[in-house]
């Protein structure tokens, strides 16, 4: 059995499960012919030549560098694009291994040999079917090479052809196993070749033609051997070689770029959650991803190109350049630039982050996409852009991160270009369409597979200009555990029909999902939601202006949620909660700013039976509820864990006693500051005598500008 392990997105390695439910040809599996000692030592001693060790070194969970080993082996492929290689897998030898002016290291014949990645030598690497390929020269002194036998797939008698495999197992000296081909399924050769680690990356060959090649074996699960065929290798490199082409992009010069801090609540975010593309600072969020002022002149994003300078170059009047992020001749005018590809491009992050200069990027569809990953941050900041249909037809079959690809795009107006895309293999939409201000409608996504996403914070944050959400309204979020800010200050959606099927059972984190959602009136479509998972919920319905009453939340089961900070502060109409009348709340420890500023807020009997008994913060709960005259469903709250009470009734005009609060048990050191400032016609505080606060209790300001009020003793004898 071959315990390889593979590249988890590779498209065998996902496909490797149902093979192996599938039965093959043979319902026994069929032996190899016996093997002489003759023939054994015979070909062991003919293609030792032929093979290597690839000796990698990686490092191990504690940072130390060790050694790890595949198998490679070397062929002639006598093709127009490259004539010679040594052939092994992508996850032995990936993108990371092929850079510019690194050495691949071999043991060939018992010596140490390395392969230097230079300007003229070719590779071809593809997590997809896991295989890489480097270009051998003369001047490599390898001295045997196989011949591929490309014909496997059009002649099905090739199965049970017997076959041998030449590897090092787990390292250790040269040896060969022998075996029979079983099926050829899925554009997979199955064999039962023994395999072990270290056996990654080698040659399928014809036991009877020896100098022949089937294919390249990648991984092994419960008896079955797999390997990928050299007639989807061939393909595969060819396709690269087309994608190998010039691409034309135009840019027009901009005098200045300057983009202000984009300025919102800092306690928005979790400051300990870093899933989000925001920081913290001096109460103003501004997105990693952007800077605040650049040249006008960006060509590309100085990450990418860090990364790609090897892969592309540019040329620009006829001239060839290396690649560079900013490039300070641009014309006035339209100014067109070429990319020359010369490897094929697995990373695609912040090809273009902050290129506002960027007008039009017809060529972009000669780009293949295939084989790309990571789509983070792609056009981040190019807010000049408005036309994406040159990539409507790109394959991100294989993308997982698209984390802020379009973010700040404001002139984005639909995303009809993306309608095909397939984004089954995305996990991180973090931001994806944030700031995107134009866009108006999400029909174009209606059939989007998000069924492996976990990260859906921040996806439609500031889309001010979307109505409704109803081309949602059957996408698969059940693996998702973080909606945070998803459409935070979408100010013109009206209500969330379009999320009621919605599964987010596995959701945690809620922060600021609706904030600023001004236009909001209605929820209803949350009722069947189940957010028995939750935690966070903080600012989830922040400033949403036009909220009256909290249907939608009736059945939620928020037992596990631990904070509950400003979850509906700012909600200036909301004057009726019975819908949190059965909230079992008793796992919460913070719920600062619960209801802040809810100014029409007058009956909060629903809040009678609240357990709160682990509660710990409860900081400008009702602050500025101007409301609110009767604390009464107040009377039998357990807050004797709670340590801070800062403003909790601050503000709250109408109040004109606290006799419900007289059997409070508080702490006596906790903290009480501006606790009933602003309390203008609150005249009898004797109920609070009881609680007997210590001197050590911050209490600054608790009854400032209480005109009613005088000689209040508040600390204990």
């Known amino acids: 059995m071959g315990l390889c392990c593979p590249n988890e997105n590779s498209y065998h390695y996902q496909n490797m499960a149902r093979i192996n439910k599938q039965p ?77 002016d690194r050495d691949i290291e071999i043991e060939y014949l018992e010596n140490v040999k390395k392969i230097k990645i230079t300007d003229n030598r070719k590779f071809y690497t593809s997590i997809k079917y896991d295989y890489t390929c480097v270009e051998i020269f003369e001047s490599d002194g390898i001295k045997k090479f196989f011949q591929i036998d490309k014909s496997i797939f059009d002649n099905k008698s090739n199965i049970l052809k017997e076959i041998f495999i030449l590897h090092y ?28 680690d270290g056996s990654s990356g080698s040659a399928l060959i014809n036991r009877y033609n020896n100098n022949f090649v089937f294919g390249i074996h990648f991984a092994g699960e419960e008896g079955k051997n797999l390997a990928t065929p050299f007639d989807i290798i061939i393909k595969n490199i060819k396709n690269q070689n087309k994608s190998i082409k010039n691409i034309k992009l135009t ?34 969020k501004r997105s990693k991803s952007l800077k605040l002022n650049g040249s006008g002149n960006e060509i590309f994003g100085s990450d990418f190109v860090k990364n790609n300078k090897y892969n592309i170059k540019l040329i620009i009047d006829g001239e060839e350049h290396e690649l560079v992020n900013y490039y300070p001749l641009l014309k006035e005018g339209e100014n067109l630039i070429e990319l020359k590809i010369l490897n094929i491009l697995t990373n695609l992050e912040f090809m273009f982050l902050n290129c506002v200069s960027l007008k039009n990027i017809e060529g972009l569809e000669l780009l293949n996409t295939e084989e790309v990953q990571n789509f983070r941050g792609m056009f981040a900041g190019c807010t000049n ?75 439609f944050s500031y889309c001010k200009s ?76 922040s ?71 682990n509660g710990i913060n409860f900081s400008s709960f009702f602050e500025k509820c101007k409301s609110l005259k009767d604390l009464n469903p107040l009377r039998n709250w ?15 005009s109408s109040l004109t006693d606290l006799n419900a609060l007289k059997n409070w048990k508080v702490l006596k050191i906790g903290y009480f500051k501006s606790m009933f400032e602003n309390c203008i016609l609150l005249s009898d505080v004797n109920a609070i005598k009881n609680w007997n606060l210590s001197e050590k209790a911050e209490t600054y300001h608790i009854f400032n500008n209480c005109p009613l009020l005088s000689n209040i003793k508040l600390f204990e004898d």
């Open 638 to 652: 357990d807050v004797s864990k709670g340590q801070k009470f800062n403003q909790m009734f601050k503000s709250c």
């Open 24 to 100: 093959t040809n043979n319902t026994a599996i069929p032996q190899s012919q016996p093997v002489s000692k003759d023939e054994y030592q015979k070909l062991l001693q003919t293609y030792k030549y032929a093979v290597c060790k690839i000796i990698m070194k990686i490092k191990n969970r504690e940072g130390n560098e060790i050694l790890k080993t595949g198998t490679g082996f070397f062929c002639e492929i006598n093709d127009k694009y490259i004539k010679k290689a040594l052939f092994t897998n992508n996850h032995i030898l990936g993108i990371e291994n092929l850079q510019f």
């Open 466 to 541: 979307l109505t409704n959400l109803d081309a949602l309204k059957n996408w698969n979020v059940s693996k998702g555990n973080t909606f945070g800010n998803m459409f935070n200050h979408c100010k013109s959606l009206k209500d969330l029909d379009g999320l009621k099927n919605w599964n987010v059972s596995d959701g945690i984190q809620f922060s600021g999902m609706f904030i600023e959602c001004i236009s909001l009136k209605n929820i209803k479509g949350l009722e069947n939601w189940n957010i028995s998972k939750g935690k966070i919920f903080r600012f989830m319905f």
């Open 251 to 284: 840019y027009e010069k901009q005098n200045y770029f300057t983009s202000n801090p984009i300025k919102e609540k800092s306690e928005c975010f979790d400051k300990s959650d870093k899933s989000y593309i925001s920081d913290n600072s001096d109460n103003t």
């Open 169 to 196: 197992p787990k390292g250790k000296p040269i040896s060969i196993s022998f075996g029979k081909i079983l099926d050829i399924n899925n554009n997979i050769i199955i064999h039962n070749a023994p395999t072990i």
């Open 385 to 459: 852009l408005t036309d994406f249909n040159p990539i409507q037809n790109w394959d991100v079959s294989n993308g997982n991160n698209f984390e802020g690809m379009f973010l700040n795009c404001k002139s984005l107006k639909n995303l009809d270009a993306l309608k095909k895309w397939n984004v089954s293999k995305g996990n991180n939409f973090n931001g994806m369409f944030s700031y995107c201000k134009s866009l108006t409608n999400l029909d174009a996504l209606e059939n989007w597979n998000v069924s492996n996403g976990n990260n859906f914070n921040n996806m």
């Open 543 to 613: 400033s949403c202006k036009s909220l009256k009453k909290l249907d939608g939340l009736k059945n939620w089961n928020v037992s596990n949620a631990k904070d509950f900070t400003g979850i509906f502060e700012d909600c200036y109409s909301l004057s009726d909660i019975n819908a949190l009348e059965y909230w079992n709340v008793s796992n919460a420890v913070n719920f600062s700013f619960m209801f802040h500023r809810c100014i029409n807020l007058s009956d909060i009997k629903a809040l009678k039976n609240w357990n709160v008994s």
